[in-house]
Structures are given as C-alpha cells and as structure tokens.
C-alpha cells in the first residue's frame, strides 16, 4: 500500500543455511504487533510455493511453528527487527539467484472494520516480488 | 486601548512523521530526539509507544531514566503518549472489557513514568470500560486520557456524540479529546493524488475520487458509487483498495465544529499532508482551526503528525514538520495581533 512495502525483502534478505534457506522478512506497518498478527506468510520460491509446514519463523530468539503464531498474544514483533522464515529445500547455495514471492498479511489488531457486532481487525497486506542473490 | 494578551498554544512534534526516517540506517532513539531539538520542533515530544520503544509497554527502567534525562537536558517536553488498545489481540475473538482494560494498564503506568501528562487510544464505548479507565489514570498520576477523533470520525459521529454523552455523564476531568485535523479537512491531498497517479492510475479515476469526496452524501453511499464507476475507468482491486482508504482517512468537518468538544480537548493532533510553496498546508484551513483553539483557550500542544509518509517517500518528514511549523508560526503570530 505504501513506501514501506519497499522494505518487506531487502536485498541481502536470502541466505543459505545448510539444509534449506532463510528470508529476513521486515515489517510494513509502522508499530511493533504481537505475533497473533502475523496471519498471512505466503512464499514461493522460483515459482514453487512453499508449504507452512516446511516453514519455520524465528522472532525474539525463538522459533515458532506457523500455528503457533496463533497463540503469541505476549510476544511483539519490534518494528525494527527482521523476523527469519526458515525453510527446508535443498538447492540453495550461496551466489546463486532466485525468485522470491511474498505475501506478507498482518491483522491489524487496533484497527477493527465491519459492522458493529461483527468487527474484526483490518488485514494489511503487501506483496514482494523480487530477484535476490542467495548469500 | 490596552494591548490585550492572549494565550496561545505550544507546538510539538510526534514522532510518527518519522516512521520513514526511522528505518534508515544509524537509526536511534536518542538520535531522533535530539535531532527535534536540534532542529527547533519542539517543544512538545509525542511517541507512538509501540512504534519507537522496544519491549514496550515493558520498558527497562534504564530506557525512562534516560528518557526524562534526555527531555530535560533539550528542553523538550513529554507531550502525549499514543498507546494501542489492541482489541483483535487474540485470533478469532476481541478483548473483554477486563481484559482491555488491564491491556491498557501497564501502558498508561509507563506514559505516567516517562513523563508523560497525557496518554491516548481508542475505548470500549461504555460507563463501566470508561470508569474503569479512570480508576486506571487515577491510580497512575492523574494522567490525562484523549480519545483522538479522527477521519472517518468527526464531532457528531455516531460514536463520538455517544461518547460525548459518556463522558457528560461520569464528568470526570481526566477524560478528553485529541482533535486530530484529518477530520476537517476541505480538499483531497494534492500530494496524495500526485501518489495515485505517479502508481499508475489514470486522472479521470483520481477525479472521480475527489468528486465522490466532496460529495454531500454518506460513506456507504460513496463507497457504492465508486465500486459502480471505478472499474470502468480502469481501477485495479488495489486502486480500490488506495481509493476506499482516501475516503475513510480525510473527513469533511466544519474546522468551526471543534469548538463543540473543546471544553475537554487535552491534545491537538496537527496531522498534514504537504506544505505548498505559499508554506500553506493545500487541504486543511490551519487558521480557521487556530482560531478555534485559541478562542477556547486551549494552550496545550499542536503535535505536528506528517502523515504523508503512508504513500510517499519523495520528500523529508523533517522538512514537512519544519514547514508546518513555520506556518504555524506565522499564524499564531497573526492571531495574537488580532487579539
């Protein structure tokens, strides 16, 4: 939606890590959420999209399964901070380039939207599409 | 005929017109901070708890030491703490009043603590939510509480007359507004139509935006007429998404019908757009809203909110902050000869 999608996936985002790879993910919204807002983490790599279950998120330390994220109420993602995927694929070696698609969906859990007995928080989304050179 | 004297009100800054600037690398806290002194923004300093502290609402008692140190020896001065009642914090359901409450609790104990004289969120609609609110801000220094009405929101919306009759009622001097002038506005951004079309949309759709905004018609009735006619001057699904978004977040309001919720006003939310090459904001009357202020003796802070940021990043939210003050300036210069 806006000049911070731009930061979702830097350049250096991309790293191999023996079995697989991982993606530094940064935030598009402008405050720390608490990670039962991380709702939607869409990836596909060279076109192939990657199933939750081979993904794993490290935040604040700790690594956290995709369902698990439903129940981090007292955990925040620092605005500043990037959040790891960690993903088990072989093939990725440093230098080489892929294609990075993702879909990051945070539910906004101040914003509330609908009519008044059935409101629910807002869906911020925001798409990357990017070439990145695996480090 | 005596010179009369008249109070006028403070200017300020909150950091969320920095939300860009704070991704760069090199990045501090302390950095930003004193670069509003350095750069004459202040006096009033206003953070968005959640955007500029780490581990808030638990901030290490060290961090608020150096806080109030730091404010001390700039001579800047805590104005208001933005906190979140994060309602959806739980999947699948919203926040009880007991448990919004105690959300909030370790959030107005931390304003209090920096230093803060105000603290500001959203509520739960009632008597009891509300009393227990000030229960909260009694029990944490008296600290004040100004619910922001914001774009959609306006004076008579049905949500603020409801809360308008709340606060009648429990008359408590701790409960207050922050006016925040993305209420009253009286044109569409030109800056953020310049970002709408820049992304590619065509200037018949952007016309027909700002004729829908200028309408005298409700939000459900423009939302309609652009789903009818925005498709076929070729709007995308995210072009809707940008456009639905202008219409929710610029409101319409007499600037003169502030004055209606005055008597409780703790914060001034002085949210723009641009700053034109008159130093005038294009879409907001800042000296109708002055006059407004100063008419009720209001001398607390203009916290300068650059919001521009949310679809540009072409120019410096330092330069913004610094334009509007000025103009800010010359305004409250004009209003006190005139009084």
Known sequence: M???????????????SGDGFTLDVRSHWYR???LTSLTVLGLAVDG???????????????????PQLADGYDEYWYVLDPIELRVRKPGFEPGQSHHVEFELGLSIPYILIGPPHAKQPLLAASHSSRTLTCQ | MTATTVSLPKLGTTLFSFTLEMRQRGYTLEGMIDQVAERGLGPGLELV???????????????????????????????????????????????DEDEALDYLEPQIAVAHTMGFPVCKATVIPTRSFLEGLVRILEKHGDLKFGYEVHSPMAVDAPEILQLRELYDAIDSP??????????????????????????GMSRELTDLAIEVWNSDTTMPQKFERFAGEAPALGATPADMGKLQ??????????????????????????????????????SIDNAAIIDVLVDAGYTGYLSSEWEGHAYTDSVSGWDMVAGQHELFRRLLSERAVRA
Request: contains cysteine.
């Open chain 1, 48 to 66: 192939e999209k990657v199933p939750e279950e081979d993904m794993t998120v490290a935040v604040n330390g700790k690594t956290y399964t995709v």
């Open chain 1, 2 to 16: 806006g000049p911070l999608d731009k930061d979702v996936i830097h350049d250096d985002a991309l790293h191999a």
């Open chain 2, 245 to 282: 978004m202008l219409l929710t977040m610029h409101g319409r309001q007499d600037p003169r019908r502030w004055s209606e919720i005055m008597d409780r006003v703790v914060h001034v939310h002085a949210k723009f757009y641009g700053i034109d090459d008159h130093g005038d904001e294009p």
């Open chain 2, 49 to 95: 708890g959640f955007q500029s502290l780490r581990g808030y609402p638990r901030v290490p008692a060290e961090v608020i030491s150096a806080f109030r140190d730091q404010c001390e020896r700039t001579g800047l001065e805590p104005s208001a703490l933005s906190m979140n009642l994060d309602l959806g914090l739980h999947r699948g359901r919203l926040l």
């Open chain 1, 32 to 34: 720390s959420l608490p």
């Open chain 2, 174 to 199: 701790l409960l207050g507004w922050t006016p925040d002038f993305s209420a009253s506005m009286h044109s569409v951004p030109p800056s953020l139509i310049a970002a709408h079309q820049q992304s």
